[in-house]
Structures are given as structure tokens and as C-alpha cells.
């Protein structure tokens, strides 16, 4: 084999390897029985951070842990005020609520605290680096030039998929539902959640 082919031969094995390493790292996303990668982040309820951990939220049931990419954006103002309106249902069946983006905790404790949307029932927090989410097998989208909030304000994070997980007492993930792979709106990903726990 020649120089010349030898080269395009590794600059195609090259691009090859980087597409199957993507489409597998894009397979990654956890499935139901895989069991639950602990973490712990700043979050922020009702305009006030504070340290959320999830192996203390679990110690008390279960936890519906959300993904979604931005305050005050359509969908995730939808998801937010849907979760914050049946609150006192999922405090009813034992179960905690944790809404994870990559928001700054300084959007976050304006959004936490929005009447309109959290309403200060429920936390949420920061992945500002996308390392969360990477572990749930989601991989952070990066800034969108020139992408506004519905307040007019610049979004300069990168943007998580819309993914809910349902996980047991037990650290075991017993659901898993995304907007892009399962085509549901961001109230039913509040909706099904409910119905999951409710069940636990």
C-alpha cells in the first residue's frame, strides 16, 4: 500500500471509529433496572440555594429526577408550573421532584421562586458543565448563538434534552421518558411521572 493510501485509509478508519463512538455514546442514556448514579449539586427552592443530594432525597422515596434545557423558555416554564401545580400529588405518594439543567444558580433562584413557574414547590438545580446529565448518559448541547429566553435574555449555557427518570427507594431507575425519543410534551412528562409514583 502506498503512502498517499495508507493515509486515506487511517483518515477514514479515523472518521469511522468517531462516528460509531458517537452513535454509541448517544445510546448510552439509562435504562429502566440500570441503577441510579448518585450526585450532588447546588440547587435552588423558593429563591434560596442550598446543597440538593440524591441519596438523601431517595432515603425518603421516590424521586422523579427532570432533565430540561432552559428557564423561561416555553416548554420548560409548561413542565415547571405542571409540576408545581400537582406538587401536594407527588408529596402525596412519597415522592420528590428535582428539575436539573444547566442553568447558573443565580437564573435558577429567580426561576425557583416565579409564581408562574416552580412557585417555590419544588427544587431546582445546577449542571452548569453538562457532568450530571453525562452521567445519565445525556450530553449537554452546546450554546445556541443568539438564543433568548421569553424574557428577552441572553441563554448562554448549553442545553440538556428534555429526559424524566423515575427512580425507586431502591436506587433502581423504574422509568425513563424523553420528548425527543418518546414525542411527549413537557406536561406529560409531569403527567406520567405522577402515575408512576403513584404506583410505586
Known sequence: M?????????????????????SFAQSEVLSNGSTAPMFAAKASLAGNAFDFALKKALANGP???YFYPSAYTGGCDL????FAELKDKFTAAGATIIGVS???IQRLNSFSSDPNYCAGKFPVASDSD???????????IPPQAEAKDLRGVQITHGFI????F??????KIVAVFSSKTDHI???EHVKKSLAIVTNL
Open 79 to 82: 413542565e415547571a408550573h405542571t
Open 2 to 22: 502506498s503512502k498517499r493510501n495508507y493515509s486515506v485509509f487511517l483518515l477514514i478508519l479515523g472518521f469511522l471509529l468517531f462516528i460509531s463512538r458517537k
Open 63 to 65: 424521586v422523579v429526577l
Open 161 to 164: 434534552p428534555r429526559t424524566t
Open 102 to 104: 444547566a442553568d447558573d
Open 166 to 171: 423515575v427512580i425507586d427507594k431502591n436506587d
Open 130 to 140: 453538562g457532568k450530571i446529565a453525562a452521567m445519565y448518559g445525556l450530553q449537554l
Open 185 to 187: 410534551s413537557p406536561d
